[in-house]
């Protein structure tokens, strides 16, 4: 039972990481067209920063997986 709860809350972290970042990524994408269609002068700058952010947020998921393949090969 024990080993079970633990693949559980393995396959919840890496889910509800991967839930986050992809509404991060809805909310990201959707400020930048916002704010491109306002100023379009901002638009290559606005697209590097969105890069550099999304690389960031694509760390969360990333360290879920890791966290949770560890949970279930080293504590299971």
Partial sequence: MET??????AALMI????LG????FGLLGGRLLEGSARQPELAP???GKMFLIAGLLDAV???????????MFAVA
């Fill in 61 to 71: 998921p990333m360290i879920g997986v890791g966290l949770g393949l560890y949970l």
């Fill in 45 to 47: 700058m606005l697209q």
């Fill in 15 to 18: 889910g509800f990481g991967a």
């Fill in 4 to 9: 079970a709860m633990i693949f559980v809350a």
């Fill in 21 to 24: 970042t992809a509404i991060g």
